[in-house]
């Protein structure tokens, strides 16, 4: 017979129903369309455990966009995670850019929805603009990193005498849910075949 849950596992269960239950109905119905009592019906919980867990609906969307881009709830920065870490260590410059691809790719097949959410709330909502800023400060600091590297590994020579900043510009342009939404979401792309162009782009961009 399994050992029954802990307290503490079950609280870490209840918040990941929460979470699924509201990412579902956030991409379904949007930022206006989802209430409070919309999650917590979905999740089958009181709606005062939602705002005791979370405070509001903005932090529950908060925290959902956080989870989507890192894939789990763990505590751990962009750049601190595995994959990052291989990226940057990688010495061919050519290789760096189909890991960046891939690993956009994995980010945005989980997040790209929640993304457009945020983004098409901003426009009415300024703390949603102001989630939204963050966003896009935080992924130019990773791309900015990248970018650094890259720079880097090219003997300080990138295409058409790019910095390390237009560098991290221009892989926000490819590697961007702007341009995912428009080539899988509307286009009808596979992601594979996404990721196989945006890796290509970067290189004809940036590699001298």
């Known amino acids: 017979m399994p050992a029954p849950l802990t307290r503490a596992e079950k609280t870490r269960r209840t918040r990941r129903r929460m979470l699924d239950a509201a990412a579902r109905l956030f991409t379904e119905r949007g930022w206006v369309g989802t209430t409070v009592e919309d ?12 705002y005791f867990t979370f405070g509001n609906k903005r932090a529950v969307l908060k925290e959902v966009l956080d989870t989507m881009v890192a894939g789990d709830s763990d505590p751990v920065a962009t750049l601190d ?57 935080q992924r130019h600091a990773v791309q900015l990193r990248f970018a650094q590297a890259l ?12 910095d390390a900043r237009a560098a991290a510009d221009i892989a926000m342009a490819v590697l961007g849910p702007e341009t995912w939404a428009l080539l899988v979401t509307e286009r009808g792309w596979s992601p594979a075949r996404w990721e196989r162009w945006a890796s290509d782009a970067l290189a004809c961009q940036l590699l001298p």
């Open 81 to 137: 995670r595995p994959w990052v870490r291989e990226l940057l260590a990688e010495p061919d410059p050519a290789t760096q850019l189909v890991h960046q691809a891939a690993g956009a790719r994995r980010i945005l097949e989980r997040a790209a929805p929640v993304l457009e959410v945020v983004r098409g709330a901003a426009a009415a909502d300024p703390e949603l603009a102001a989630l939204w800023r963050t966003s896009l400060n």
């Open 39 to 50: 999650i917590a019906r979905a999740a089958e919980v009181g709606v005062q455990t939602v």
């Open 151 to 162: 720079t880097t590994k090219t003997g300080g020579r990138l295409r058409d005498g790019h």
